[in-house]
């Protein structure tokens, strides 16, 4: 039997930053609700997810910005290392698929 992690994320993209040979892109999905006079308010949850493929890196860095609808699916992967003595853990969101559904200056 096969076993994985995975995520999928619909959000709007954040922040992109370069770190070595990959690209970190910060995306938020909105978990918003009507407060009690009925009004919107959002409540944004962001995810970094990290883009390794070079192709898609590339793609990227060209065609991605600020507040862009996308879509970002792969695995999770735990990680630990040790800093001062002490062990730090992590989680890489490492994209397979990432999509570009929507520019920000199309909506």
């Known amino acids: 039997m096969k076993t994985f ?5 619909f959000g709007r993209v954040g ?3 370069p770190a070595g040979s990959t690209l970190k892109v910060s995306i938020a999905a909105d ?3 009507k407060n009690e006079k009925g009004e919107w308010e959002g409540k ?5 997810v990290t883009i390794f ?11 991605l ?3 862009d609808l996308v879509h ?4 999770i992967r735990e990680s ?28």
């Open 65 to 67: 910005g600020p507040g």
């Open 44 to 48: 944004p949850y962001w995810n970094t």
């Open 72 to 75: 970002a699916r792969g695995t």
């Open 5 to 9: 992690a995975e995520y999928q994320i």
């Open 80 to 107: 630990s290392y040790e800093k001062d003595g002490e062990t730090r853990y992590g989680v890489t969101l490492a994209a397979e698929q990432f999509d570009l559904l929507c520019p920000k200056d199309r909506q």
């Open 15 to 17: 922040n992109i930053a």
């Open 53 to 63: 493929n070079e192709n898609t890196v590339r793609w990227a860095k060209v065609n």
């Open 31 to 33: 978990y918003g609700r």
